[in-house]
């Protein structure tokens, strides 16, 4: 593993005004096929939907779930993350993951294992506002650090009942922050 592993504590950035115009997110709301792999369930959406970041364009190939979260922001985790999984359309080897923060509510723990959705509304999975953006790792797998990270500032309130019970029972658990080393993290304000 090398000096730029995920995930990582967001405390102190750099604001960067320009930086909201170097994203865009094509979503919609999609059908997904569930598979088991070794880190967990990912979901692969049926449909194509794109990242554009900073003139690149990647293609969604999976989406994952963690609780809590993988980001913390200033020494805290938050409830649970969601990874949208994006690989460069030119360049395979190179990945955008657009991370949201998820608030699950206050309901009680149930104690079932919610069953995973095969529909997913995914833009209502992405909150409006800003994002941090630094370059890092997978946080999975071998660590590969071949990773463009958005980090989206703001938490989604989860409406989907079917999509929180199974975040609060079967998300995958989080990898534990590593260090920042010389990196920045930039912010869009």
Same mark, same amino acid.
């Given at each position: ?7 990582? =504590?967001? #405390? ?17 709301? @999609? ?8 880190? #967990? ?9 794109? &990242? ?14 963690? !609780?809590?979260? /993988?980001?913390?922001?200033? #020494? ?14 030119? @360049? ?16 009680? %723990? ?31 797998? /071998?660590?590969? %650090? =071949? ?7 703001? &938490? ?24 920042? =080393? !010389? ?7």
């Amino acid at each position: 593993m090398g000096e730029q592993q995920s995930p990582i =504590n967001i #405390g102190r950035t750099v604001a960067t005004p320009d930086l909201l115009d170097q994203l865009e997110i094509g979503w919609r709301p @999609d059908r997904f096929t569930v598979q088991e792999g070794p880190e #967990g369930l990912r979901f692969a959406p049926r449909g194509t939907h794109t &990242a554009h970041l900073s003139d690149q364009v990647y293609r969604l190939v999976n989406l994952h779930f963690h !609780r809590p979260s /993988e980001h913390w922001v200033r #020494g805290r985790p938050m409830q649970a993350e969601m990874h949208a999984v994006h690989l460069r359309v030119d @360049d395979r080897l190179h990945a955008c993951v657009v991370a949201v923060f998820l608030d699950l509510g206050d309901a009680p %723990e149930t104690g079932g294992a919610g069953e995973p959705p095969t529909w997913i509304d995914l833009p209502a999975l992405l909150p409006e506002g800003g994002f941090h953006r630094y370059e890092g790792s997978l946080t999975t797998g /071998e660590f590969t %650090e =071949n990773v463009s990270w958005v980090v989206m500032r703001e &938490a989604v309130t989860v409406a989907d009942e079917g999509l929180r019970a199974f975040v609060r029972s079967r998300a995958d658990h989080a990898r534990p922050v590593q260090p920042l =080393n !010389r990196r920045f993290v930039l912010t869009t304000g």
